[in-house]
């Protein structure tokens, strides 16, 4: 296990309106406020999810039609090279109850409206690099 220590930033709250994309409203939230190290929480409802399920080196694509209730959607902000990542895991129920989940992908449209925390890591560089075995861009503490 490797470990960073941060200090808590700044807090912004966004909201985000019907058919918006969840993860590029948090890209653009991030870039709006230049925080590109931290985590977030969302709430909300979705028309539609995409989500992925990890399985030999890449996260399958599922498609679930709405209207969902997003019950829980966490992730963080990190670099890979200069380029800005949001890595999500996304929750959601249908109007029967029954709950979905896996890492989020392109194509989960906002329905009535999204809420957004977003916590900077104030002083914090993190960081995404290749990672051969996996396949995946998992956070490097490397220098």
Do not use: W
Not at 60 to 77: D, M, Q, R, T
Not at 79 to 85: A, D
Not at 127 to 137: G, P, V, Y
């Amino acid at each position: 296990m490797k470990l960073r220590e941060s200090k808590l930033g700044r807090v912004v709250f966004a909201r985000l309106y019907e058919d918006e994309d969840l993860l590029e409203a948090i890209a653009s939230a991030s870039k709006q406020t230049k925080i590109s190290a931290g985590f977030f929480t969302l709430i909300g409802t979705l028309k539609r999810a995409r989500i992925g399920f990890y399985r030999d080196g890449k996260h399958e694509p599922i498609e679930i039609a709405g209207p969902l209730e997003i019950v829980s959607c966490i992730g963080n902000i990190s670099l890979k090279e200069k380029e800005l990542i949001v890595h999500a895991h996304i929750a959601v129920s249908d109007e029967e109850g029954q709950t979905f989940g896996g890492h989020t992908l392109p194509g989960c449209l906002i329905s009535v409206f999204g809420e957004l925390m977003l916590v900077e890591a104030a002083g914090m560089k993190l960081k995404r690099k290749f990672d051969e075995k996996t396949k995946l861009n998992p956070l490097s503490f490397d220098e």
